[in-house]
Every structure is written in C-alpha cells, then in structure tokens.
C-alpha cells in the first residue's frame, strides 16, 4: 500500500511539475486587464474587450473624427480613482466614453484624437511600489500594440506635447464629467476656454453611442439574459428571504455568478411602502406579510448595462386591491411597448402613457376627475431612458428624437403611492413598476427582458409551485434522515 502510495506520490509530482514547466515557458504580458492571450475563456484573438475587436474601436474613433468641426480635436480622460478612505479605493468604474473610444479600463490615462495625430493616449506610469501593492497596469507599449494607438507617450510628457496641440487647434473638445487638472490647469487650455474654444464631447460621443452595433448588442442582449435569470431566481426565494437586504445579495450573487462585472446599480428593493419611493436603496427593512417586493436591478457586462423591475407579492398571491393597480400597469407597459418602433419618441410613448395612466387611476378611483396635478406626484417619471454602457444612457440625446433601430430603451410604467397619501386607504403604501428592455428594430421592437414573467398568473404559479416543491423536498429530506 505504501508503495502504491509513493508511485501517486510520484505520478503527481511529475504532472504538476510538467504543468508548471509548460506553463513558465511562455510569458504572457500584463496589461493590466484582460486580453486574448490572459483569457482565452473570455476573449477571442482581434478583440480589445469581451466581443468588441479593435476594428470596432478604430472605427468608433474613425466616425467621431468625421463629426468633429475642421482642426478640432478631442480630449478624452480616463474616469479618476475615487477613495472610501484614505488607502481604501472604491471599485473602480471606466468612464463610458473613455472606454468606447479606446477599450482601455484602467484609471489614470488621458487621450487625445485628432485628424493631425489619429490616437495619441498618454500612459500613467506605474511605480515598482504601485505594482507591489495593485498590480500591473497598461502603459505605453500598451497603448500602441493593444489599444491599436497611433501615437503613445508616459503621462509626463503631457505638459510638453498637448499646449502644443491646443495652440494649432481653432476649437477643443472633452468629455467635462471626467476632465482632469492635469490637463484643465494648463494655462493654454485656460486660454482656450476663455475665448470659447472649449466645448462639451459627448454631444458627438453620445450620438455615436445611442446606435449600438451588433457586438455591442450581443453584449446587452447577455446582459439583460443574466438580470433576468438573476431576478427570477430571487422572486423564487422571496418567500424565504423575508428581508430586503437578503434580496439585493441574492440578486447581486446570481448576476455575478453568471458572468456580471458588477451591479449597474445599487438594486431596488421595496417592500411595502418603500416600494412606493422611486429610487429607494436602503434595503434595510424586513418585508411584512401580504406585502409587495419592488425590485429594480440591473447588471454590467463587459461594459453594457441591464436595468428591468418587477413587483411581485412574496405570500403567492396579489390581494384583490394589489391586482387591480398591478393591471392598470401592466396593460400600460404593454400597450407603451406596441409603440415601440422606428419613429416614434419616448416623448411621444410617455405622452401616452400618461393618458393611459390618469384615465385608469381615475376609474380604479384612486384620481379624482380634477386631479391631473395630483397624477404627477404619483408619478413624476418618465416612461423610459435609453439604455447602453450607462443606465441612462446618451443623456445628451433628446427624448424627442425619432427612435432608429439598434437603439435601446426602457418601457417602465408606475404608480408610487406612499403610505400619507391623500385617497381612499386601501391604496397607501402601494408602489408598482414593472419595467422591460426594449431593442428597436427595423419593423417593431424585440423585448430583451421577454423572458422575465410579469403576468399575474405566471408569477402566483412560479411562487407557489417552486415553495411547494422546496417544501416538500425538505420533508422528504427529514423522512429520509429520520427513517
């Protein structure tokens, strides 16, 4: 036995030593974020990030040179670290247009674009103590061989380069959100901010982004896939997790399990009243019997966000009160989302829906027939926002704008009623929203969130077919253990 032991022994040794030796035979550079050669699993040879190539990139760069005014150019500055504490950093987040253009997703970079030099970005350098203690990052060798720029040089030259550059430019664009000192207290960009030279990007890069491509909508359409079988797997277990705090890590976990980088935003988890504030994140009260569950959850991938809700009852069943408000908002999300097509506006779906809205709470006798002001204070939202690498994404882009296909929205209809409400009882402290994903397209629209239930029906099935199965695998479980 021992000998047989020892030749295991010795079997072992020799795979993990040849596995090492296979392994440290080839180095593989540290870009500091993933690439085809650190994740083969994640990324295909060609792409910068998860589904997007560089030719995507480079294109997405050639589009917004040709909107940019004659001898203009852009800078572009990477999203900053924020810290929670003096050494404690929070999660660091790429800025969308910083990502769009370049695919690079660490903090610390600023690049510029212009018909003079094509990309030129300007690398942190990373000290052997940074290292050490984060990591490696993407310098210039970087910038060049992976993010495919023309030109690459160590942020230190940035003092020495970009005057130069603001002074044959006749105007200068960036992105104002991220704009960083390093660039900002220069005495040339000052200048040129004076005299007027100076303006906004994102009215170029938000319309360039609020049309996504079919990489792009590949991603979403994953997204939005993971949110779901996250949410459903939530509202499953509702009934046992009787507390909002449970939910949002349920959601949180599942999402990340499938393959989310994170969160879009910090999920909504309303039960009862709290349902009835729009954007309630405390999620720190146990959710009482009978009530509902608000959850408005989203998730990122690869850079492209989800955003859906739904409104459930953990008990199993809506009351008669809770369905009859639930219908008036799911009769709208339906009839908003037949509107859905090229043509058409969010303005012009919300106008819609606010008929829809105000004539239903009117015959449900929640709205007296003078109280159209009141309806706003029930519902001050819009129907939806567009949808993309931010939750509301291209802001720049006008709700009147006709939509075009591969443009993404949100159809989200809801009555928040809080409990010091000003009608009949039986309505305080009811908050509803049931919200889809919805992808234009050529004749209509195709819901990414289509599989997530919202039928009255589906959701009281799903809830008490799944809590009568774990009761019952937990009795047969005692009686096997017992027996």
């Known amino acids: 036995m021992k000998t047989l032991s020892r030749k295991l022994l010795q079997q072992l040794s020799s795979k993990q030593a040849i596995r ?8 593989i550079p540290d870009f ?23 030719e995507e990139y480079i294109s997405r760069r050639k589009r917004l040179l040709e909107l940019l005014p004659e001898k203009s150019f852009a800078i572009i500055a990477a999203a900053p670290i924020k810290m929670m504490t003096d050494v404690v950093p929070y999660t660091f987040r790429q800025d969308a247009d910083y990502l ?5 997703q660490q903090p610390g970079g600023v690049a510029v674009l212009s018909q003079e030099c094509g990309l030129c970005m300007f690398m942190p350098e990373a000290k052997a103590h940074d290292i050490v ?19 690459a040089y160590p942020m230190s030259k940035l003092n020495e380069i970009l005057p130069g ?5 006749c105007k200068l664009f960036h992105n104002t959100l991220t704009a960083t000192p390093t660039y900002t207290d220069m005495e040339t960009f000052q200048k040129a901010a004076h005299v007027g030279k100076v303006s906004d990007l994102s009215i170029f890069t938000h319309d360039l982004r609020w049309v996504k491509s079919p990489a792009e909508l590949k991603l979403m359409k994953e997204s939005a896939s993971i949110a779901c079988q996250a949410l459903l797997q939530t509202i499953l277990h509702s009934k046992t997790y009787t507390y909002e705090a449970m939910l949002s890590a349920k959601v949180e976990y599942e999402c990340r399990m499938r393959g989310a980088q994170r969160m879009a935003f910090n999920p909504v988890v309303g039960g009862g009243p709290n349902g009835s504030v729009i954007h309630y994140s405390r999620n720190d ?3 009482k019997g009978g009530n509902l569950v608000l959850m408005d959850v989203g998730c990122e991938l690869h850079g492209y966000c989800s955003d859906l809700t739904r409104t459930w009852p953990p008990c199993g069943s809506f009351s008669s009160v809770q369905e009859e408000v639930y219908d008036l908002i799911l009769q709208t999300n339906k009839e908003c989302i037949r509107l859905c097509k090229p043509g058409a506006s969010i303005r012009q779906i919300h106008n819609y829906s606010v008929e829809l809205l105000f004539k239903g709470l009117k015959e449900i006798g929640i709205l007296k027939r003078d109280q159209f002001r009141s309806y706003h204070q029930l519902n001050p939202t819009s129907i939806g926002h567009y949808l993309g690498m931010d939750v509301h994404d291209s802001s720049m882009i006008s709700y009147d704008r006709p939509l075009k296909p591969g443009v993404v929205i949100t159809i ?5 009623l809080p409990s010091s409400f000003d009608g009949p009882e039986r309505y305080q402290g009811i908050g509803i929203r049931i919200e889809d994903e919805v992808l234009i397209m050529e004749t209509g629209c195709e819901v990414l969130t289509g599989s997530m239930p919202k039928e009255i029906k589906h959701i009281e099935s799903l809830l008490n077919n799944y809590s009568h199965g774990m009761e019952m695998e937990g009795h047969n479980n005692i009686k096997a253990a017992t027996s």
């Open 32 to 54: 500091g974020q993933p690439t085809p050669a650190s994740h083969p699993q994640l990324m295909n040879e060609g792409e910068i990030t998860p589904g997007i190539t560089s």
């Open 20 to 27: 090492h030796h296979a392994y440290s035979t080839k180095a």
């Open 100 to 104: 769009y253009l370049t695919g690079c």
């Open 285 to 287: 009260q146990k959710i």
């Open 165 to 169: 550059m603001i002074k044959r430019s």
């Open 412 to 416: 989200e209809p809801g009555i928040y």
């Open 133 to 151: 203690w984060q990591g490696q990052t993407a310098g210039v060798d970087a910038a060049l061989e992976m993010f495919k720029a023309e030109k």
